[in-house]
């Protein structure tokens, strides 16, 4: 089985532009879930989906935006960025929502703002 | 109150011998605690977890022990090899909630 797959990989924008990253997750996974990673701050949680609903948002401005597709992809949006915006940003799916239920990270997407 | 927070910030081990890497909770509503290894250019991979019904986890090398009442939790990496040079997180959740808070990170070198 495939596992959780992010595009792009790679991406250099500049200040005040948007980006849009995207997730596929494990085949019949329905939750997933997105976390930055920088090294001061360390991973974070940003938000998570099941069925197409947000179910929890982390502590991110609202520049930081995400949905999920009936087909359980989803993607995420930062709009307006700013330098400390640069940050690998990861994808995480599992089979449903809930404590306890293994979440399976995918290879993130590493984005440079300048 | 939502932190975790993990000990040490870098490890060094020599081949064949302990690596012990510590964390330590305030929320009391945590009810799973799992490991995550990360690998230069990868994602985090889920190495083992624990619910805080149970003092201790052991699969294979590696072993997770609880002390619920300390509200702290280890892993312990017996017999440690250079291919467990890697970034080791804590993580912790609340009953019910997705969502995973991390430990800072503890970069790992064994040393062959």
């Known amino acids: 089985k495939a596992g959780v797959t992010q595009t792009p990989r790679y991406l250099i924008k500049t200040r005040g532009q948007q980006v849009t990253l995207s997730c596929s997750p494990i085949s019949g996974h329905r939750s997933v879930s997105w976390y930055q990673q920088t090294p001061g701050q360390g991973l974070q949680f940003l938000f998570e989906?099941?069925?197409?609903?947000?179910?929890n948002k982390g502590n991110f401005p609202g520049r930081f935006s995400g949905r999920q597709f009936s087909n359980s992809r989803s993607e995420m949006n930062v709009s307006t960025l700013e330098l400390g915006d640069s940050a690998l940003y990861l994808c995480?799916?599992?089979?449903?929502?809930?404590?306890?239920?293994?979440?399976?990270f995918g290879p993130g997407t590493r984005l440079l703002v300048l | 109150q939502q932190q975790v927070k993990q000990s040490p910030q870098s490890l060094i081990v020599q081949k064949g011998g302990i690596s012990i890497i510590n964390c330590a909770y305030e929320?009391?509503?945590?009810?799973?605690f799992p490991w995550y290894q990360q690998f230069p250019g990868k994602g985090p991979a889920l190495l083992i977890a624990?619910?805080?019904?149970?003092s201790e986890k052991k699969e294979g090398r590696f072993t997770i022990s609880f002390n619920k009442s300390a509200k702290q939790f280890s892993l312990h990496i017996m017999d440690s090899q250079p291919g467990d040079s890697a970034t080791y997180f804590c993580?912790?959740?609340?009953?019910?909630?997705?969502?995973?808070?991390f430990g800072q990170g503890t970069r790992l070198t064994i040393n062959p």
């Open positions: 929320n009391t509503a945590f009810d799973y």
């Open positions: 989906y099941f069925s197409e609903t947000q179910r």
């Open positions: 995480a799916s599992s089979l449903l929502l809930g404590s306890g239920e293994t979440q399976y």
């Open positions: 624990i619910r805080p019904d149970v």
């Open positions: 993580a912790a959740s609340v009953q019910g909630a997705q969502k995973l808070v």
